[in-house]
């Protein structure tokens, strides 16, 4: 059984239909990219996977549960975590800080244990702190561990937001266009990154617009076109499907 | 006398319901122009009472009723070259909080200024008995007054938005502030003018009411709470709307009084609002996802 | 242990002032500063609220009001007529209503304070989670309505009910013995006693809240505050923590309201006008919102000031200038305002 299965999808805002009937499916353990021009509906279909929007119509099952209609924080607990297109760190808040909130779902200290600062609370405190630091030497990061989040460059802002999703030891990884913004050498770094988390056990569905990285990663490519799915293939059949050539022809050349 | 009592209930509401619309159209004027809702919206409805009837005892009736409005202005684009101008880009809390407090100091002011007491302008026309009798309705002049100066307000408003170069400038700084900046409309003046056209409004309106309703330094906060209830009820943003939500309003409350006690009269206006929030904070005539996109 | 330091200053500050005013023979302070106390604790936790959470609330004289109002109806309620019948009968027999004289000497049979506290609690938990629930659903503008609209409710109800006292409040409430020669009372006899009462639920709140915002909630009420969708897609479930938030913090102006209000023997309806939220808020901002410290000096400074009638007939118009000063200057409250950055920023514009 697939690990994420996408059934009949629709959004439409006000005339707009975002995401027309789309159906797809991510088998465990693969890097699976959405692509389609801009506008196309990626970022929708995000949202309604993430349960930030909730779909007009269709059905989402994520491991044995039907997922949409929850909210974002029961997604996030069922094993789902996310980044975001415009990066969205927690200001007034360390790189580290950022991170930790990322284990949220993986603890459970609530408002009396909270106010009581039971000793088991601490305890927890010193594992989130731990598993936070290990997310971001993963990435390179454990010496920004003490700075302002949203005084860090770009590049690094994006590894604390990814950094913060691993900290949550997710089951599938949703990445919206983690590489707008780098360079050569840091969408390379990327590349790497990704599959080495998809090596650790991590689903991946990547949305990106930068064909290099999704031809050289990803096991399957879904296609997106003004909201309708128009190609689920691997990378090689979708770079001479006739019909996604047609819709990027179309389009500024990527 | 049945029908009789309905109706007298029923030109209460709409005199009320006027008054409440001026606000809530203030409330809009100010919002479209700056983003900002502003909580001493009321205060100008009572500084244009209070201040017509210090001016009338030593001018006649119309020009310490104009000099009240144009003060009242002055005051209204005072505040915002004060407080609000030289803010850049300030978040909306911040605003509140600001706004809360120019409308306590402005209230204090009017205390210290006036006292306690309540006052009132004369009648326009006629007294307190005088009245006209449509099919057995009685009218007060006041009453005429005030619906007639309410009209006029929204209708010329209308105009000069629609077609003076200065009102179109503002619309234009309504619908995107940057764009407008761009085509070489001053839009920073643009907002002193919205704070001194809401405050002009309110005042014009508080001193035509003020025969009826009498007016004390403390009636601001209960205005504000319900033009701003008429706002949010006609949808934020929509000056038309706000009239007829005024009237709603206003006759909701005048009724009332049937199946309650007075004391809890005020009540209305807030569950009104509160019902509105949670329900349709569109308004009842607003588009719901054009409303989801607007950022707060 | 660091994050208790500052507790222990507290407590040396709480002694010292004791000491102080008995060694100058100014022991009538005691009585503001007691006041003072209660009113920090409704204060703190508006702090948790705005500074944390996030959420402003321009009502939460009206929890406060519903503490002190439910407990001083219920204490001074008397029940006499009703001692045959079975339901004020097994009331007594349980103890949440008990007989006790009033000022002038008659029997009275009335809740038992200590009944009557924990109801006012139930009560404002009920009240604060129903409305909890749709306001906090509702952001910038429209949850400071919404919550403005909620204060001039309960202000109108509680002028307008006979049962309340309408303008004139309720008086003759009684004291309030939480343990055998521990009362809440004005008495002066009991004056010492009761200002190391007040300050130490202030410091008992203050070591609760301390550890509530370094704990994994407070970490995630800074995560909303930051960015709120953000902190829902890490699982964070936003609108829980928001109303436990509310609901806290409201709890916390409850109990404040029926210790003041056992206190000072009465509760009039300005403690639930819209002023004295205004009063709180304003309190918080100069605190510097995110400070619970921050609020808990500028609230003891200024409520004292304010009770000591320092600022006069002007009280009202110097927290609405506080609130303006504030914001326009120095929106991180006045502890962190930065005055190098002004006069360059006043200097700069002169050029
Ligand atoms: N909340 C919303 N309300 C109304 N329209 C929306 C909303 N969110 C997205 N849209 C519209 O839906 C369409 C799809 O947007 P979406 O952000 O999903 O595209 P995308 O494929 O992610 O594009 P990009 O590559 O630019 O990120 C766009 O036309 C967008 O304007
Ligand atoms: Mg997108």
Redesign the interface.
């Known amino acids: 059984m697939a690990l994420l299965e996408v059934n009949n999808l629709s959004k439409r805002f006000g005339g707009l239909q975002a995401v027309k009937d789309v159906s797809f499916s991510v088998e465990r353990g693969m890097i699976k990219a959405v692509i389609g021009p801009n506008g196309a509906g990626k970022t929708t279909l995000f949202n309604l996977l993430?349960?930030?929007a909730e779909p007009d119509t269709g059905e989402v099952r994520f491991r044995d549960a039907w997922i949409h209609g929850r909210?974002?924080?029961?997604i996030?607990?069922s094993g789902i975590?996310?980044t975001?297109q415009h990066i969205?760190?927690?200001?007034?808040?360390t790189a580290l800080?950022n991170v930790?909130?990322?284990r949220?779902?993986r603890?459970?200290?609530?408002?009396v244990?909270?106010?009581?600062?039971l000793p088991w609370?601490h305890r927890?405190?010193r594992e989130?702190r731990e598993k936070s630091l290990n997310a971001m030497e993963f990435l390179g990061i454990a010496h920004l561990a003490h700075d302002e989040a949203t005084s860090l460059s770009y590049g690094q802002q994006r590894a604390v937001e990814l950094s913060?999703?691993l900290a949550?030891e997710p089951e599938m990884l949703l990445l919206d266009e983690p590489a707008a913004g780098l360079n050569m050498r840091e969408t390379a770094d990327l590349a790497n990154l990704i599959v080495r988390i998809r090596d650790r056990g991590i689903t991946v569905l990547i949305v990106e617009h930068d064909m290099s990285l999704v031809m050289k990663i990803s096991d399957e490519v879904v296609v997106l076109s003004y909201g309708e799915k128009i190609a689920d293939e691997k990378p090689l059949a979708v770079q001479k499907d006739p019909q996604v050539i047609s819709v990027y022809l179309g389009e500024d050349e990527c | 006398m049945f029908l009789e009592l309905f109706f007298q209930y029923l030109v209460a509401g709409l005199t009320y319901g006027t008054i409440y619309a001026i606000v809530g159209i203030g409330f809009n004027i100010v919002y479209n122009t700056t983003g900002i809702?502003n909580?001493a919206q009321g205060e100008f409805v009572m500084l244009g009472g209070m201040i017509a009837v210090s001016l009338h005892s030593l001018l006649p009736l119309p020009i310490a009723i104009a000099a009240a409005v144009v003060l009242t202005m002055a005051i209204g684009a005072l505040i915002e070259m004060t407080?609000i101008r030289w803010?850049v880009k300030p978040?909306?809390?911040?605003m509140?909080?600001?706004t809360?407090?120019?409308?306590?100091?402005v209230?204090?002011?009017a205390l210290?200024l006036w006292g306690e007491s309540v006052r009132s302008l004369p009648y326009f026309t006629g007294n307190e008995i005088s009245a006209f009798s449509f099919g057995g309705v009685r009218v007060s002049p006041q009453v005429l007054w005030t619906l007639g100066i309410c009209s006029v307000i929204v209708i010329s408003l209308n105009l000069f938005f629609k077609y003076t170069m200065l009102g179109r400038e503002m619309r234009a700084c309504a619908s995107n502030r940057d764009a407008a900046a761009l085509c070489g409309i001053p839009t920073r003046n643009m907002v002193t003018l919205s704070f001194a056209l809401a405050a002009g409004i309110g005042a014009l309106a508080g001193a035509v009411v003020s025969p009826i309703t009498q007016t004390s330094y403390s009636i601001g906060?209960g205005l504000a709470?319900k033009g701003?209830t008429v706002a949010?009820l006609g949808g934020l943003g929509n000056s038309m709307a706000a009239v007829a939500a005024g009237f709603i309003l206003g006759i909701l409350e005048s009724f009332s009084i049937w199946v309650m006690?007075t004391?809890?009269k005020?009540?209305i206006a807030?569950?009104i609002?509160?019902a509105m929030?949670?329900v349709r904070?569109s308004g009842l005539f607003g588009n719901k996802e054009a409303f989801r996109l607007k950022d707060? | 242990m660091k994050r208790y330091n500052h507790i222990l200053i507290l407590i040396a500050a709480v002694a010292g002032v004791q000491v102080l005013t008995a060694v100058l023979g100014k022991q009538f302070y005691l009585t503001q500063l007691t006041m003072t106390a209660y009113y920090c604790i409704a204060i703190v936790g508006l702090t948790l609220l705005m500074g944390f959470a996030?959420q402003?609330s321009?009502g939460h004289a009206g929890f406060f009001a519903i503490g002190g109002y439910t407990s001083a109806v219920l204490t001074t309620l008397d029940l006499s007529q009703f001692k045959d019948s079975s339901i004020v009968s097994l009331l007594a027999k349980l103890f949440i209503v008990t007989s006790r004289q009033d000022l002038y000497g008659g029997q009275v049979l009335s809740f038992n304070p200590w009944a009557a506290f924990i109801i006012a609690i139930g009560l404002t938990l009920v009240i604060a989670y129903i409305i909890g629930i749709?306001?906090l659903?509702?952001?910038?503008?429209?949850l400071?309505?919404?919550t403005?609209?909620?204060g001039?409710?309960i202000y109108?109800?509680v002028?307008?009910?006979q049962r309340f006292g309408a303008a004139d409040g309720i008086s003759s409430v009684p004291a309030f013995t939480l343990l055998p020669g521990l009362a809440v009372s004005g008495n002066t006899e009991f004056r010492v006693r009761n200002y190391y009462l007040a300050w130490t639920l202030v410091i008992g709140v203050m070591v609760?809240?301390i550890?509530?915002i370094?704990?994994?909630?407070?970490?995630?009420l800074?995560?909303i505050?930051?960015?709120e969708?953000?902190?829902?897609?890490?699982?964070?479930?936003?609108?829980r923590f928001k109303l436990?938030t509310f609901i806290?913090s409201a709890a916390l102006a409850s109990m404040a309201g029926v210790f003041l209000t056992h206190y000072n023997g009465g509760i009039g309806p300005s403690e639930a006008s819209?002023?004295k939220s205004?009063r709180y808020?304003?309190i918080v901002?100069v605190g510097g919102m995110?400070s619970l410290w921050g609020t808990l000096i500028m609230s003891t400074t200024l409520t004292f000031l304010s009770l000591r009638g320092y600022f006069g007939?002007?009280d009202?118009?110097v927290?609405?200038?506080?609130?303006?000063v504030i914001?326009?200057f120095s929106?991180q409250g006045i502890l962190q305002f930065d005055v190098k950055a002004l006069l360059k920023k006043l200097l700069r514009k002169k050029e």
Do not use: C, W
């Not at chain 3, 659903?137 to 429209?142: A, E, N, S």
């Open positions: 993430s349960g930030f909210g974002p924080h029961q996030a607990a975590s996310r975001f969205r760190l927690f200001s007034h808040m800080e930790t909130v990322g949220h779902v603890s459970r200290a609530g408002f244990a909270g106010m009581l600062s609370t927890e405190e989130i913060r999703a949550a | 809702i909580f407080f803010l978040a909306v809390l911040r509140i909080i600001i809360i407090g120019i409308s306590i100091l209230r204090e002011a210290h906060t709470i701003f949010i006690p004391a809890y005020d009540a807030i569950t609002l509160l929030l949670f904070p707060f | 996030g402003i321009l749709p306001v659903k509702l952001k910038g503008h429209y400071a309505m919404a403005l609209g909620f001039t409710i109108s109800i002028l307008g009910t609760l809240l550890n509530l370094n704990s994994r909630v407070g970490r995630a800074r995560a505050h930051g960015a969708d953000a902190a829902g897609a890490m699982g964070v479930d936003t609108a436990n806290l819209i002023m205004v808020v304003a901002s995110g007939t002007f009202d118009a927290f609405g200038a506080i609130l303006i914001m326009l929106p």
